[in-house]
């Protein structure tokens, strides 16, 4: 299988604890992106990878949240002290670099996500 | 705040008939991309519109940008159950050139 693959799929955790998240992008694919969902939205921007380079970081992202690419492979996002309101669907998205340096004009390829619910 | 805004947020169709779900930004988009999701499941990127006016059709899927490159359309013919789920589109973001604005969607129930 050549799509973006996340783990783990579901992560119950109590409050307070700490949780990380994996994303495997295509492997072709140098842009790497972390979204959070939740009931009756879109995905919401979180931060943006190119290669091993964190470009973009949403102003929702709080201390809390760290998000890695060590390698400009695989991807690590871990949330800190989480907190009721972090429960959501946190999708990962790669896509490819094209021709033009803007990033928005590619189509993303989304994987499965890691549905976070927090006790 | 939310860039581009969608109407209707539900919509129920009965199966054969045809809909649309419209997606407005109040300002001037440099292209618009649409992503249909499942239920239970992830995102699918369905097209992305960059010119002016632009009309693309895949199947019963007709999508078209606007001329002011402020809104865009989706529209379906003789629905079928496989078309439910939620339609999202999304555009550039005015807080970065790296990201993409999500709408929150139009989730669509078949009626057999």
């Known amino acids: 299988d050549t799509g973006v693959s996340q783990d783990p799929r579901h992560k119950i955790t109590k409050r307070g604890q700490n949780v990380t998240f994996r994303c495997d992008p295509i492997?072709?694919?140098?842009?790497l992106y972390w979204y959070r969902q939740t009931l009756g939205q879109g995905p919401e921007f979180l931060t943006y990878?190119?290669?091993?380079?964190?470009?973009?970081k949403s102003r929702l992202l709080s201390d809390r949240f760290s998000a890695e690419r060590p390698k400009g492979s695989f991807s690590t996002l871990e949330i800190q002290r989480t907190e009721q309101g972090d429960s959501a669907m946190y999708l990962c998205a790669s896509s490819s670099t094209g021709t033009s340096g803007r990033a928005w004009m590619y189509e993303q390829y989304f994987g499965p996500g890691t549905r976070l619910t927090v006790t | 705040g939310q860039q581009v805004m969608q109407i209707p947020q539900y919509q129920h169709v009965q199966e054969g008939e045809d809909f649309t779900t419209y997606c407005n930004s109040s300002?001037?988009?440099?292209?618009i991309q649409w992503y249909k999701q499942r239920p239970g499941g992830h995102p699918v990127f369905l097209i992305q519109l960059v010119k002016s006016g632009e009309v693309k059709k895949q199947k019963r899927l007709t999508f078209q940008f606007g001329e002011a490159k402020k809104n865009s359309s989706l529209h379906i013919t003789a629905t079928q159950t496989t078309d439910v789920g939620t339609y999202f589109c999304?555009?550039?973001?005015?807080?970065?050139?790296?990201?993409?604005?999500f709408g929150k969607g139009n989730q669509v129930v078949v009626i057999p």
């Open positions: 999304a555009g550039p973001s005015f807080y970065g050139n790296n990201r993409l604005a």
């Open positions: 990878f190119q290669n091993e380079a964190q470009l973009e």
């Open positions: 492997s072709e694919h140098n842009r």
């Open positions: 300002t001037t988009l440099s292209n």
